[in-house]
């Protein structure tokens, strides 16, 4: 059963641009959250949905947004990005129950220059 | 707001060792995780503990959670090279919240030389 991939792995963005990030869960998994992992906060939550609906948020400005689809993929947009954005984006799938075990994705590397 | 502090920030050992990591707050937490993660990979789950005072074995990793919920411990004992990488513990927030709504500690960095 193949994992959770996110695309792309690696992105490079200069101050002010917009980004999009994207995100599949393991087959069957409905839920998909998104994390923000950096050297000096370590892994915030971003936001969590569950069957196109955002079931939490975590302490972001506006300018962090996300929408899951019908086939529960998912993508995180990032707007006016700034320098503090630079982190590894990370997404995680669960089944569907508030219980169930969380699988992490690889990562996308997001630099802003 | 619920914050989970781990200790120690890096540590760098030799293979054979033993040692303790630990996860601590002021908060009560109804259960809590650890997770592994390598360079350029996602954290892995090794393990949930929930009942206060449990112990969980995997192997060599031995878990803990403490009788008051608030803090836990994970200790490995003999380590070996393939040990190396973040260690993470998570817990969801008070107030429900699911396990796709996490809040991590800052994780301790272990480095096991050969």
């Known amino acids: 059963k193949a994992g959770v991939t996110q695309t792309p792995r690696y992105l490079i963005k200069t101050r002010g641009q917009q980004v999009t990030l994207s995100c599949s869960p393991i087959s069957g998994h409905r839920s998909v959250s998104w994390y923000q992992q950096t050297p000096g906060q370590g892994l915030q939550f971003l936001f969590e949905y569950f069957s196109e609906t955002q079931r939490n948020k975590g302490n972001f400005p506006g300018r962090f947004s996300g929408r899951q689809f019908s086939n529960s993929r998912s993508e995180m947009n990032v707007s006016t990005l700034e320098l503090g954005d630079s982190a590894l984006y990370l997404c995680a799938s669960t089944r569907a129950a508030s219980t169930d075990t969380q699988y992490f994705g690889p990562g996308t590397r997001l630099t802003v220059l | 707001t619920q914050l989970l502090e781990q200790s120690p920030q890096f540590l760098s050992i030799q293979e054979g060792e033993n040692l303790t990591v630990y996860c601590n707050s002021s908060?009560?937490?109804?259960?809590l995780q650890w997770y592994r993660q390598e360079p350029g990979e996602g954290p892995v789950l090794l393990v949930t503990?929930?009942?206060?005072?449990e112990v969980k074995k995997l192997k060599r990793l031995t878990f803990q959670f403490g009788d008051a919920r608030k803090d836990s411990s994970l200790h490995i004992t003999a380590a070996q090279p393939g040990d190396t990488g973040l260690y993470l513990c998570?817990?969801?927030?008070?107030?429900?919240?699911?396990?796709?709504?996490?809040?991590f500690g800052k994780g301790t960095k272990l480095s096991v030389k050969p």
């Open positions: 998570a817990g969801p927030p008070k107030g429900g919240g699911s396990q796709g709504n996490l809040i």
């Open positions: 503990v929930v009942t206060g005072g």
């Open positions: 908060s009560v937490f109804s259960s």
